[in-house]
């Protein structure tokens, strides 16, 4: 009878609901429910209606379960007005500490659903920590008050324990999550990136860390800021998911993210730390399934055991250490010579490449094919060298072996020990590099140092590979395009390699003196060729096609007071050979230049939709009342609206934040994110006062048939309308 006891008293808790189960068909129902809904609202556009819709939704449902919640709104922002909210739906746990799980209300249909169900679940849950699920507003903008939503809550955010900032920015279904631990200049701790790997780990999602990605963002060498930049501003820890690919909504991907999103808010054995110093130089290794956390302590003291063990390596070898060390003393003065050679030809070489854009008149070339613009800069420098190996004659450098063995070594050294003063994490690339450099040092077979040889370039070369599909067009463009900064380094990594090849030069030698003349004769015109070659392909090459056209922008510019228009046509690479269509005018063009401004033949396009645009005043005692209306059928993507007078302005009141300059002899109203209704702005100056207002309204219009026939482009066009507007005191 016993055995049966605590199996019914189970069964009878869960039917009381003590322990809620929600089973996983109601968790697809309501979450495909949830998604089919959204979806006919997206996307979504700020302050819009449809987004307005959403907002209905989200707060019915959060009444309907009784969830405690607060709605921020952001019309009120000193920096940048904007028409969407914050819903931030908090629950309750039993400590002071916060977990925040941020989901941007522009992201998807399915991230919405899966945050509006975790809320529902998490309101009978109990919870170890407090839960805030914050639906975003507001935070996918192009000005740099962007995102906006994070920054407004911020402002207004008190911490109560030990916060955590989960950032979800899943656009669609997501095939497969990507996690980024890192912001401009800065790292999440290792306590919660390892929270958050575990989590994926354990999880059935597919998932991907990169780790080269990471540390390029806390280098500050990103070229774009991270969503979760201002939580690290206020020196909060945070992390951002963010989708690779898209799926179907099936019942298994359904699941497995809401378990996943859950996993994070409920996880009652998960502490939040409180430490503000945090672990910056942390190192993750993936091994299969296993993870393998490196924090920085253990990191440091296992780059002590392997440069000790190094240091070490002299004093079991004392014969060998003595003969590298007296050629060492006896040709040092050669290394900086070596050192130059290498940097002068690199730098060089990226004037090559830049005589190459120019000719092209196509700056940004190298990042359509950076592989290829690299190989040749090296290529170049390479043919550059060999050539130059006939001086060594002439310098007297060292004949030995030895010397250059021991000269890479030393290289090596001080190019690990020049990293770890940067950031240790970047030695992480170079510690095999050290490893396998040594051991060329060490072992006599001529073939096993030829095996460390081409180990220890492969292993540069698969850094430098990673480095250049990192999402970083700054770190890519310091190699190519720096004639200072990115050749020291490249001449710092690639110096310990060629001394190395000049020392299987010595081993692989021929006696017959002729045959190797002759080798190296080859080598020498083999690069030269292939440098020519190289630089004649890249003239003539073109990264664009009908399958990928050349990108094209086209600026309609509307002056509404005088009815004239003109269009502004710019790439990135010389326009070419092209149509174009104004009215019911049709001009062919020709032309190497990458930008060209068209006259409009006719009333432009953009007037057919221009705004309407009326000011009127209204007298009060010693002051005028002025009401700006700006009406349209769309709202325009920016409206930026300025006050401009030779004398100092004097504004009493207006309804929208402005700035002014030092003399106060321009007004830049702050219009933020456009409302999706007519805008009105009312604004306050003495009766005195005198000035014009200049409006500038800018439109997307894509949308519609392209003016440009006659080449394959991805023509992105927009329309931007100009209107004065002249204030007095008279009537």
Same mark, same amino acid.
């Given at each position: 009878?016993?055995?049966?006891?605590?199996? $019914? #008293?189970?069964?009878?808790? #869960?039917?009381?609901?003590?322990?809620?189960?929600?089973?996983?068909h109601?968790?697809?129902?309501?979450?495909?429910?949830?998604?089919?809904?959204?979806?006919?609202?997206?996307?979504l556009?700020?302050?819009?209606?449809?987004?307005?819709?959403? *907002?209905?939704?989200?707060?019915?449902?959060?009444?309907?379960?009784?969830?405690?919640?607060?709605?921020?709104?952001?019309?009120?922002?000193?920096?940048?007005?904007?028409?969407?909210?914050?819903?931030?739906?908090?629950?309750?746990?039993?400590?002071?500490?916060?977990?925040?799980?941020?989901?941007?209300?522009?992201?998807?249909?399915?991230?919405?659903?899966?945050?509006?169900?975790?809320?529902?679940?998490?309101?009978?849950?109990?919870?170890?920590?407090?839960?805030?699920?914050?639906?975003?507003? =507001?935070?996918?903008?192009?000005?740099?008050?962007?995102?906006?939503?994070?920054?407004?809550?911020?402002?207004?955010?008190?911490?109560?324990?030990?916060?955590?900032?989960?950032?979800?920015?899943?656009?669609?279904?997501?095939?497969?999550?990507e996690?980024?631990?890192?912001?401009?200049?800065?790292?999440?701790?290792?306590?919660?990136?390892?929270?958050?790997?575990?989590?994926?780990?354990?999880?059935?999602?597919?998932?991907?860390?990169?780790?080269?990605?990471?540390?390029?963002?806390?280098?500050g060498?990103?070229?774009?800021?991270?969503?979760?930049?201002?939580?690290?501003?206020?020196?909060?820890?945070?992390?951002?998911?963010?989708?690779?690919?898209?799926?179907? @909504?099936?019942?298994?991907?359904?699941?497995?993210?809401?378990?996943f999103?859950?996993?994070?808010?409920?996880?009652?054995?998960?502490?939040?730390?409180?430490?503000?110093?945090?672990?910056?130089?942390?190192?993750?290794?993936?091994?299969?399934?296993?993870?393998?956390?490196?924090?920085?302590?253990?990191?440091?003291?296992?780059?002590?055991?392997?440069?000790?063990l190094?240091?070490?390596?002299p004093? &079991?070898?004392?014969?060998?250490?003595?003969?590298?060390? /007296?050629?060492?003393?006896?040709?040092?003065?050669?290394?900086?010579?070596?050192?130059?050679?290498?940097?002068l030809?690199?730098?060089?070489?990226?004037?090559a490449?830049?005589?190459?854009?120019?000719?092209?008149?196509?700056?940004?070339?190298w990042?359509?094919?950076?592989?290829?613009?690299?190989?040749?800069?090296?290529?170049?420098?390479?043919?550059?060298?060999?050539?130059?190996?006939?001086?060594? /004659?002439?310098?007297?450098?060292?004949?030995?072996?030895?010397?250059?063995?021991?000269?890479s070594?030393?290289?090596?050294l001080?190019?690990v020990?020049a990293?770890?003063?940067?950031?240790?994490?970047? @030695?992480?690339?170079?510690?095999?590099?050290?490893?396998?450099?040594?051991?060329?040092?060490?072992?006599?077979?001529?073939?096993?140092?030829?095996?460390?040889?081409?180990?220890?370039?492969?292993?540069?070369?698969?850094?430098?590979?990673? &480095?250049?599909?990192?999402?970083?067009?700054?770190?890519?463009?310091?190699?190519?395009?720096?004639?200072v900064?990115?050749?020291?380094?490249?001449?710092?990594?690639?110096?310990?390699?060629?001394?190395? #090849?000049?020392?299987?030069?010595?081993?692989?030698?021929?006696?017959n003196?002729?045959?190797?003349?002759?080798?190296?004769?080859?080598?020498?015109?083999?690069?030269?060729?292939?440098?020519?070659?190289?630089? $004649?392909?890249?003239?003539?090459?073109?990264?664009?096609?009908?399958?990928?056209?050349?990108?094209?922008?086209?600026?309609?510019s509307?002056?509404?007071?005088?009815?004239?228009?003109?269009?502004?046509?710019?790439?990135?690479?010389?326009?070419?050979?092209?149509?174009?269509?104004?009215?019911?005018?049709?001009?062919?063009?020709?032309?190497?230049?990458?930008?060209?401004?068209?006259?409009?033949?006719?009333?432009?396009?953009?007037?057919?939709?221009?705004?309407?645009? =009326?000011?009127?005043?209204?007298?009060?005692?010693?002051?005028?009342?002025?009401?700006?209306?700006?009406?349209?059928?769309?709202?325009?993507?920016?409206?930026?609206?300025?006050?401009?007078?030779?004398?100092?302005?004097?504004?009493?009141?207006?309804?929208?934040?402005y700035?002014?300059?030092?003399?106060?002899?321009?007004?830049?109203?702050?219009?933020?994110?456009?409302?999706?209704?007519?805008?009105?702005?009312?604004?306050?100056?003495?009766?005195?006062?005198?000035?014009?207002?200049?409006?500038?309204?800018?439109?997307?219009?894509?949308?519609?048939?392209?003016?440009?026939?006659?080449?394959?482009?991805? *023509?992105?066009?927009?329309?931007?309308?100009?209107?004065?507007?002249?204030?007095?005191?008279?009537?």
């Amino acid at each position: 009878m016993k055995k049966f006891f605590f199996p $019914v #008293i189970f069964l009878i808790l #869960i039917k009381t609901n003590l322990f809620p189960v929600t089973p996983t068909h109601d968790i697809l129902y309501h979450i495909t429910q949830d998604m089919n809904s959204f979806s006919t609202l997206f996307p979504l556009k700020e302050g819009s209606e449809n987004e307005k819709k959403v *907002v209905r939704m989200i707060l019915e449902q959060l009444d309907s379960g009784g969830i405690e919640y607060t709605v921020h709104g952001l019309s009120e922002s000193e920096e940048y007005p904007s028409e969407s909210v914050i819903i931030d739906a908090r629950f309750n746990g039993e400590s002071g500490d916060e977990i925040f799980l941020v989901f941007p209300l522009g992201s998807s249909a399915f991230n919405l659903a899966e945050a509006l169900f975790l809320s529902g679940q998490l309101n009978t849950a109990p919870l170890a920590n407090t839960v805030h699920i914050l639906f975003m507003g =507001a935070e996918y903008g192009k000005a740099a008050d962007y995102p906006l939503g994070t920054n407004e809550y911020l402002k207004i955010y008190y911490p109560q324990g030990n916060p955590a900032f989960f950032y979800f920015d899943i656009s669609g279904v997501p095939a497969k999550i990507e996690l980024l631990t890192a912001g401009t200049g800065t790292i999440s701790p290792l306590w919660m990136v390892k929270k958050s790997l575990d989590t994926l780990n354990n999880s059935r999602f597919l998932y991907s860390y990169r780790q080269r990605l990471n540390i390029i963002y806390k280098l500050g060498l990103n070229d774009k800021p991270s969503l979760i930049d201002p939580y690290f501003k206020e020196s909060y820890p945070a992390v951002l998911f963010r989708a690779e690919g898209t799926t179907r @909504a099936d019942k298994q991907t359904v699941e497995n993210y809401y378990n996943f999103i859950r996993t994070i808010a409920a996880d009652r054995n998960w502490k939040i730390q409180s430490d503000l110093n945090w672990d910056k130089h942390y190192l993750i290794v993936f091994a299969g399934k296993k993870i393998l956390y490196i924090s920085e302590l253990n990191y440091i003291l296992f780059l002590i055991t392997l440069l000790s063990l190094i240091l070490l390596y002299p004093f &079991m070898s004392t014969g060998r250490f003595r003969k590298y060390l /007296r050629s060492i003393i006896q040709y040092i003065w050669t290394l900086p010579i070596l050192f130059v050679m290498v940097f002068l030809f690199l730098f060089i070489s990226t004037f090559a490449v830049k005589s190459l854009l120019l000719i092209r008149n196509f700056e940004s070339l190298w990042e359509y094919t950076p592989i290829l613009v690299i190989i040749f800069k090296l290529v170049v420098a390479s043919f550059l060298f060999l050539i130059s190996l006939r001086l060594f /004659r002439f310098f007297k450098f060292s004949q030995r072996g030895s010397f250059y063995s021991a000269s890479s070594i030393l290289f090596i050294l001080i190019d690990v020990l020049a990293v770890l003063s940067i950031d240790i994490s970047f @030695a992480f690339y170079l510690v095999p590099v050290l490893f396998s450099i040594f051991m060329f040092t060490i072992v006599r077979n001529r073939w096993a140092k030829l095996f460390f040889l081409l180990l220890s370039a492969s292993i540069l070369v698969f850094a430098a590979s990673k &480095m250049f599909y990192s999402e970083s067009n700054r770190i890519v463009s310091l190699f190519i395009l720096s004639p200072v900064y990115g050749n020291l380094l490249i001449t710092a990594n690639l110096l310990p390699i060629l001394l190395m #090849i000049y020392r299987i030069r010595f081993l692989f030698h021929s006696k017959n003196g002729i045959l190797t003349k002759r080798m190296i004769l080859t080598l020498d015109l083999s690069l030269g060729l292939i440098s020519v070659f190289m630089y $004649v392909y890249l003239v003539l090459f073109s990264p664009f096609s009908p399958e990928n056209p050349q990108p094209l922008e086209i600026l309609e510019s509307v002056d509404i007071d005088n009815g004239s228009s003109n269009f502004t046509l710019s790439s990135p690479a010389p326009l070419g050979t092209f149509s174009f269509t104004t009215g019911n005018e049709t001009v062919p063009y020709n032309t190497k230049k990458r930008s060209i401004i068209i006259e409009s033949s006719g009333p432009g396009s953009g007037l057919k939709s221009a705004p309407v645009i =009326a000011l009127r005043k209204t007298r009060f005692l010693n002051r005028l009342e002025y009401t700006l209306s700006y009406s349209y059928t769309a709202p325009p993507e920016s409206l930026d609206i300025s006050l401009l007078s030779d004398k100092e302005i004097i504004i009493y009141d207006s309804n929208y934040p402005y700035s002014a300059s030092g003399d106060f002899s321009r007004i830049d109203f702050k219009t933020g994110s456009v409302p999706h209704s007519d805008f009105t702005l009312v604004f306050t100056l003495p009766k005195d006062s005198n000035g014009e207002i200049r409006i500038t309204g800018k439109y997307n219009t894509s949308s519609g048939k392209s003016p440009v026939t006659g080449h394959p482009f991805a *023509v992105h066009r927009s329309l931007i309308f100009k209107k004065k507007l002249l204030i007095s005191n008279s009537d």
